[in-house]
């Protein structure tokens, strides 16, 4: 027979243990932190200031670019600005062969185009270079080529020229045109002078569309917004009527010929182009309209000239001694070339030539700081 003492483990009943009451902790109400390293809290620090930085000093007026370039008249500029409008491909490029196929056709095929902006900026003695233009311009050295629609002003894009050499290499290149039709055409160029107007009628028909689809005329037709009217097209040479009319159909005499009216004789009009120059001048819109962006990233639409060309450039890895040995140990230095906008969108343009072509339109300008070198601020 089992003695219990008491009945309470049969009921189930057990005793609370009584606990001594905790104190409150002086630093209950503070959070905990991890510690952190004086030079990250710079770094934050200066970040959460970013919003309130001060524009950069501004010493004057910077001739950084046209003492640096290395051409002194008009034809060198143009040679200048054609061979330097793209960097070379890096090794390790980050792209497929068929990118790097199409990056390097599509710089081929580009027209032998500089603009008049940027040969201001080179050269910088805007009466001289005018001068130097109009002399050239009349010994047949150079053509001007002017796109209506696309403004005539410095900041427009439709004021270029070429090398007449290099329009008749062109010319000479293009397996679109037969030897007897490349012979009219170029004959043509060089009885018309400066003149970047032609008629209709000088061509034959069938002539007239092998020239259009290859790129080397342009009907007026075609630019809506053109500002150009019929009065102000430069009159074509009488020699030139005479010397297509022997060699094409016989032309109706003025007195037989119907007046045309204002539309017509629009239509009938030629404007004097290149292959792929819209192409082109695409991609100079989108240069310069790439570095107004990245300019704008600034608190105050400014920043050091070497800032701006490290985001331009972006976060590449490079050749340079430490990228080097953080590959070797296998750690990030940088991506690779190829997943920049630089190069998916810019195919390498090279950033002074598209600095250079955002200063002679008025888009940017550049100053002296007086600490960190030239300054380049966005108007």
């Not at 640096?68 to 490029?93: C, G, K, N, Y």
């Not at 005539?152 to 008749?168: K, P, Q, R």
């Not at 300019?295 to 050091?304: D, F, G, Q, W, Y």
């Not at 002074?352 to 888009?363: I, K, N, T, V, Y």
Request: aromatic residues 6%; proline residues 6%.
């Amino acid at each position: 027979m089992t003695l219990r003492l008491t009945s309470a483990p049969v009921a189930g009943v057990k005793k609370r243990k009584s606990t001594p009451r905790s104190r409150d902790s002086p630093f209950a109400d503070h959070g905990r932190r991890k510690p952190h390293s004086p030079a990250a809290h710079a770094v934050k620090t200066a970040a959460e200031n970013l919003g309130d930085e001060i524009p950069l000093p501004d010493t004057g007026r910077s001739q950084y670019i046209s003492q640096t370039a290395e051409v002194r008249d008009v034809v060198a500029a143009i040679r200048s600005i054609r061979t330097r409008m793209f960097d070379e491909l890096p090794q390790r490029a980050g792209m497929n062969s068929t990118r790097i196929a199409e990056v390097l056709n599509l710089r081929r095929s580009l027209p032998p185009l500089a603009s008049v902006a940027h040969i201001h900026t080179l050269l910088n003695a805007p009466t001289q270079v005018e001068r130097e233009i109009v002399e050239l311009l009349q010994a047949g050295r150079i053509r001007r080529l002017i796109i209506p629609g696309r403004g005539n002003d410095a900041a427009g894009l439709g004021d270029c020229l070429v090398l007449a050499e290099e329009w008749e290499e062109t010319v000479r290149e293009n397996s679109a045109l037969s030897e007897e039709l490349k012979e009219k055409f170029l004959d043509i160029l060089s009885r018309i002078g400066p003149s970047s107007a032609l008629s209709q009628s000088i061509f034959t028909p069938d002539e007239y569309r092998v020239l259009v689809r290859a790129g080397f005329l342009v009907s007026s037709s075609t630019y809506t917004q053109a500002s150009l009217n019929v009065t102000s097209l430069p009159n074509l040479p009488p020699a030139v009527i005479s010397s297509a009319s022997r060699k094409g159909p016989a032309l109706a005499s003025d007195n037989d010929r119907p007046v045309q009216t204002d539309a017509q004789a629009r239509a009938a009009t030629l404007f004097l182009s290149l292959p792929n120059t819209g192409t082109y001048l695409r991609l100079l819109g989108a240069g310069r309209a790439h570095l107004i962006a990245l300019l704008r990233r600034s608190p105050c639409s400014e920043a050091p000239l070497s800032l701006l060309k490290d985001r331009w450039d972006g976060a590449v890895e490079t050749e340079k001694s430490f990228h080097l040995a953080k590959r070797a140990r296998g750690e990030f230095a940088g991506i690779l070339p190829g997943r920049t906008k630089k190069w998916k969108d810019l195919y390498g343009m090279q950033f002074r030539w598209a600095l250079e072509e955002a200063l002679g339109a008025g888009l940017v300008e550049i100053f002296e700081t007086g600490s960190v070198g030239p300054g380049i601020r966005c108007l």
